[in-house]
């Protein structure tokens, strides 16, 4: 007997469009969870869960920028000027007055000057830093005067005081992350020179991925007749750890529908979101969507893209549920452009697409016009120093050598037929941020 879910289409027979898609699935997406507390070695890649502020100022105390001398005059000093060095102030050892108590404060007075490094703090009375290029020492080596030899400008000072304000990088209390920042290297690198030890952290969601087929085998075991070797899943697991998240569990389950259904609900029991790749299109053996339709609830079904038609997203045990295509450039882009966004929402941060740029293309682009088009292409650079996308080979859903070395994903309208060479696209970079 027919299962009446298999056989109802009240779906738009093209399919919504990749914005659309986008924006309905990010209305679904509830509130993070709790948060964590964790040290900076763990928080790279993951979401601040409240704001981070600064402790103290930051370097707290004004420093020197270059190597050379401290002076306390109030103007730029003139040709020829003299002072003794009474002292010297390296990082983490401040210029203290020899003689011992009673030998008066250690600040530094008009007419003197002391030796200062790179990043050393400057003492009470210190206006300005002159360059060690700029100085003739008197009684000793440039860079080692002996205390008390005089110094002499033999070169013209700028106005620049070359000294580094006490509070350059942050003032005591000053906000130094919001809440809802993914947290790249120079966060975390902010955040240690501002003495912030650990943090409050988003937990980040986890994954189960089901790749549904009776025609799947592992790789490295036999294949029989008419089996592949299975890669969705390979392919999905390994693009979600480049975007920072792990799959908690993975199933590779045949096309059994009582199979699936266990599978289904396992994995809606364990994890967060739960995705599956394969049987969600309307073959006799895609179970995907009626089991959905059954187990919980088909919000749509079909995206207008090409490749990645054939999608459902949809609610399962509580759970957003995304059903990938089962041909793997199609999975890996669905992915891309609908599970990312969502991923990065059920942590609490803003989603961030990928960047968009426009490029001329390198070579004419064969095609006929139909569906929007995410076509695989590489990053060139034309004789002129103009950027270029060439789009090689083919661009089947099933091929997923098309995602080898691609720089881009060039966007092609769905009217668009023959384009040719010089003809001007948005394109999706493939690059992740370093910072």
Known sequence: MANPARSSEPFPAEGLPLEQARQRILEAIAAPGAAERLPLASALGRVSAEPVRAPAAVPGFRAAILDGYAIAEASVPQLGHTWPVVGRSAPGAPFRRAGGPGAGPDRLEPGEAIRILTGAPLPEGA????????????GGAADRPATASPIRLA???????????????????QE??????????????????????ELALRPRPRIGLLVSGDELVPAG????????????????EALLARLGYAVAERRLVGDAPETLRAALLELAGGCDVVVSTGGVSAGDSDWIRPLLAELGAVDFWKLFLKPGRPFAF??????PFFGLPGNPVAAAITAL??????????????????????????ADLKRGPGRPELARARLQVGPGGELLALVEGSQASSRIGSLQGADLLLEIPAEAGTLAAGSELWAQLLRLPLF
């Open 314 to 319: 949809g609610e399962l045990g509580g759970r």
């Open 127 to 138: 206006t300005r830093v002159l360059a060690q290029e700029l100085v003739v020492v008197e």
């Open 221 to 236: 075991q036999p294949r029989g007749p008419g089996q592949i070797w299975e890669s969705n899943g390979t392919l999905l």
């Open 337 to 362: 452009q609908l599970l990312w966004p969502a991923l990065q929402a059920l942590e609490g941060a803003e989603p961030q697409l990928l960047p968009r740029l426009k490029l001329r293309l390198a």
């Open 155 to 173: 070169r013209e000072a700028s106005a620049n005081p070359w000294i580094r304000a006490a509070e350059e990088e942050a003032t005591a209390g």
């Open 176 to 197: 130094l992350l919001p809440a809802g920042v993914r947290l790249g290297p120079a966060d975390l690198g902010r955040l240690a020179g501002c003495g912030v030890a």
